[in-house]
């Protein structure tokens, strides 16, 4: 009888062990696909910080342009390239910094293509009407990508925090990663004024 029990529990063992490997590879699995979109989210946002010092010049380019309004794009474009987040620290306090420092240099973009508005022609310039198409088709980039991050980052907190396999997770290190959050007054509808 008791080679029988023996073998029971080292059966039980041999199973609870896969399951364990098996769940173990799961969170390594999704976790490579959250570092993955990761780098297609910093990707997209770099594209964006690629393009600002070139819509910039083109805009210097008018004599009577708002210094104060290209000094502002410049310092957002600055500190937002400053801000870094390493795929393994998506801790939701890093992302909040992160998407921060991107609303600044969204917010002074959109400040800066409302004040062109009043420069018919800087409108009327070519190159200044591509960056603009091409700033335009980044920010959908962007949409994109963070859509994505945001799925997989659902999908590896969903294995982390279910149970059994929760309990893996705890042991082996698997914490939850940071989403992004729409900002705060993004419900209301922006006021546009051109006045």
């Known amino acids: ?10 059966v039980a063992l041999l199973i609870g062990l896969f399951w364990g ?3 173990y590879n799961t969170f390594v699995d999704k976790e490579v696909n959250v570092e993955e979109t ?6 997209a946002y770099q594209r964006r910080a690629d393009l600002i010092p070139n819509l910039v010049k083109t805009v210097k380019g008018q004599a ?4 104060g309004t290209l000094e502002k794009v410049v310092q957002a474009r600055a500190n937002a390239t400053s801000i870094n987040v390493d ?6 306090e890093n992302m909040a910094k992160f998407q921060q ?3 600044q240099l969204s917010g002074s973009l959109s400040r800066l293509m409302m004040t062109v508005e009043r420069y018919p022609e800087l409108k009327a310039n070519q190159g200044f009407m591509q960056l603009q198409a091409q700033l335009e088709g980044t920010e959908n980039r962007i949409k994109v990508a963070r859509d994505r991050f945001n799925k997989e980052v659902s999908a590896y907190n969903k294995s982390v925090r279910k149970m059994p396999s929760a309990f893996v997770a705890s042991i082996t290190g698997f914490d939850e990663k940071g989403m992004f959050e729409a900002q705060q007054g993004a419900e209301n509808a922006p006021d546009v004024n051109f006045e």
């Open 87 to 92: 795929a393994s620290e998506l801790t939701p």
């Open 38 to 43: 990761w780098g297609n989210v910093q990707n």
């Open 101 to 103: 420092a991107q609303s």
């Open 1 to 10: 009888m008791r080679p029988i029990v023996l073998l029971g529990v080292l």
């Open 21 to 23: 490997c098996g769940t």
């Open 64 to 67: 009577d342009f708002e210094s």
